[in-house]
């Protein structure tokens, strides 16, 4: 039997997180009452121009820094022709042959393989509306209409599912850590097609490209990908070919269909976009948007291990989304205790937010309350029992950690009258332990210990009481 | 009281100035004649008499406040393809019947500031796509010289309003000689600015890489005052030129001879088929020039003879785009279909005209996949080669001086079977928005039938003020743009 192989490449759209859209002044805003934030530019009404958002292009040029690419001084604007109610104009303004950047790679670790996935290019476009099919009749919110939108287009560099979920989860990471787009999926703020072919292994050119577009799922992308190679394969083993066409992903049934056949395929009859200039940069507002690179995941990642000491584990937890590392870093300037701070995150933390639903944001505690909890259950004042409880209190209501261990009374005593007491009775009323521990069993001293401790109701600190007992059964 | 409706810009100032006039009376005398005209010139596709009332009230009560502006009570009518805020905009196309627009264009919010009352909304070739406004689906415009005449195209209801005393100036748009020819078929005077030059921001767009706002008036010094007026960077047109206005009339006013100045005379604009009528007309006003001291060289456009064909396939192309958004979803016209492709087919098959659809095809054809690069990619090409033309000429030479259009107006119906014919009107006009030049036409002569002749000076880049002093002093040694239509009389 034949080996085959599948090769993939994406096109991933990206809505950049500015204020306004693309061509017009009209806010960017995400579930507003249909049709409230249009004007003639966005609507497509007669004698209306577009304007360029300057912010737009600084997001898309960063995108661009942050993926390797390089970026072109000189862009042009295109008209891409085609009629459908989502898109006012009846055309898209896009960037055909001179996008803003070209080039430019991404390295992803795939089931603990580096591998490096090729971009070809980022280029700016505008978003088009939304149609809502309800009650026999089809309508359009045109509020999406015109906002910033970046297409992604890898090479075809990828073989297989895991890889093309890779990239676009390190895709999805870096334009959050790049602030340039949330990437909510579900708000439609990352979408990508994906181009799959399959091909003999050892064949050198491509087999022909099906494309199933515009898919917001990771899970539902994963799975249309597996099913189509799967397809393919089983094509081409029963002798058949592979038509180039495109297709969508029905999730209910795990398959794919035919949505367009290539004799169907637009003529998008691309030229150049009259109402705007060519898009110049200057070497000074690069060198500025340079300068104001983020670090990314993987940069932070290493840093982690190398100057926090963290183990590798950590810190590819705490990175993986933008707000639990930014959280932490926000705790670092208040201590250098980076591991425990590390244990509370990845333990406590992510237990709350899971059972209660919420985003780090959310949470009431601050940054330097949990530095200070840290050095508190280090100092000794406090357990390590009695630092979850106050953890849960910081998360729920925020406050600072001294004021609540005060409130609930949760200080460890390490007073020496008060232990020496609780250490006197227990020796005074359990005789028997005493013995066996004076007769060389020193394991009859925890027994001794569990004592003072619950007389104290937890709060002696138990290093203290150890040392008090052996000093008065030994002495 | 004085006939104020057939006054200049600048007679009609006057007047309002020095308090003989009012800009009620004025309205009042153009309401009148335009109801009497009942279609006779057929120039307005609406005027909104109480709109219009309302404007000069206004006009009159802040001159009495002590106040004055450029245009303070002067009816400017605007061609029906520019957005004013509250009224239609029909391009002169069914497929815009009911469309209101939502706002101003800049050239209206700048009229407005400048006190000017719009006056009604001139008829036009379809989406301004015509040379003698027959291709007109809500009207017919005449001629006012010769009633059984066209007016020109595609701003040929902006001609003939200003021919006929019906307004006191308009606005116009000139993509291939939209303003040029029109006026040189009226007897006025037109001018497409340099691309750039006036904010496109709430024109509708017929191909945006070409297409200008300009004046059409009575006499160059009122084309130099509403040029002022209308000119300037505006942020919301990425295409407009942030060079500053200057004052034009200022300019004009200044100029007393033709002395230093160099005219070039292109060979080829002297095409063969020309009009004898036409060419005398324009040798003699050459020789006017050369009599105030100008200097006449023979110069030579070699890619003129392409302007044509690299026009049809520029202009339609965009115009495929642009035109692609009058689809019955949003606004205007619509044809109900079974999904949203019927719907576009139906709406457009019955609201555009034959002459729409045909360069819509045409620019749809030129831009597909396949032939992109033989007509389109090439056409950008030869343009780039007539803008050189149009480079070298202006190193020796100040200004162009050439016909406007091969013959003067002609007969209705003469050429509307033969769309080919129709565009070599064009011939003289479209080699100057090709190469994003100034150029302007004033009246020249008459032919023995009475009818205008026009003269096409053509400027360097934003040298509007040349080419105005240049037609401003040709007109203060000639009087035929006094002339007036024997109807009138």
Redesign the interface.
Known sequence: MKQYEATIGLETHVMQQTRTKMFCGCLRVYGADANTHVC?VC??????????NRKAIELCCKAGMLLGCSINRLSRWD?K?Y???DM????QITQADDPLCLGGKLEVEVDGVTKVFDIERIHQEENAAKNIHAAGA?L?DYNRAGTALMEIVSTPCMHSAEDALAYMTAIKQIMQYGGISACDQEKGEMRSDVNISVRPVGQSELGAKVEIKNMNSFAFIKEAIEYEVDRQISVLEQGGTIDQETRGYDAERGETFVQRSKEDAH?Y???PE????PLTLTEEEMEAWRSELPELPAQRRARYVEELGLPAYDAAVLTADKATSDWFEAVLPYSSKAKPISNFMMGEMQRLLTEKEITIEACKMMPEALAKLVDLIDQGVISNSAGKQVFEILFDEGGTPESIIEAKGLAQVSDDCALEQWADTAIAENPKPVEEYKAGNPASINFLMGQVMKASRGKANPGAVMQLLKQKLDG | MSDLKSMTIGALKAALQEGEASAQEVVEQLLTVVEEDAGRVGAFLSLDKDSVREQASVCDEVRGAGNDKKLLGIPISIKD???VKGDP?T?SSHI?EG?V???D?TVIRKLREAGAILFGRVNMDEFAMGSSTENAALGVTSNPWRLDHVPGGSSGGSAAAVSADHTIASLGSDTGGSIRQPAAFCGCVGLKPTYGRVS??????F???LDQIGPITKNVWDAALLLEVISGED?????SLREPVPSYTKALEQTTSLEGVTLGLPREYFVEGMDPEVEEAVRNAVEQCRALGAEIVDVSLPHAKYAISVYYIIAT??A??NL????G???GMRVDGAD??AL?AKTRASGLGDEVKRRIILG?YV???GY?DAY?KKAQRVQQCIRNDFESVFKECDALIAPVTPTPAYRKGEKTDDPLKMYLDDILTTSVNLAGNCALSLPCGFSSDGLPIGLQLIGNHLDEENILSIAHLYEQHTDWHKRKPEFLS
């Open positions: 003639p609507v497509g009404y007669p004698g209306a121009m577009p304007v360029l008209r022709n009629f459908y109610p006012a104009k009846n055309y089809s359009v003529d009859r691309y030229f009259p109402d705007l200039l | 393809l520019i957005n905009c391009c815009l469309y627009a939502p706002y264009a496109r921001y709430g024109l509708t767009a191909a945006s890489s942020e919301r047109d990425a295409t192309a965009e495929s785009a692609a958004r009058f689809d979803i949003r606004y949203p492709a576009y749809t831009l597909s996949s992109y389109y």
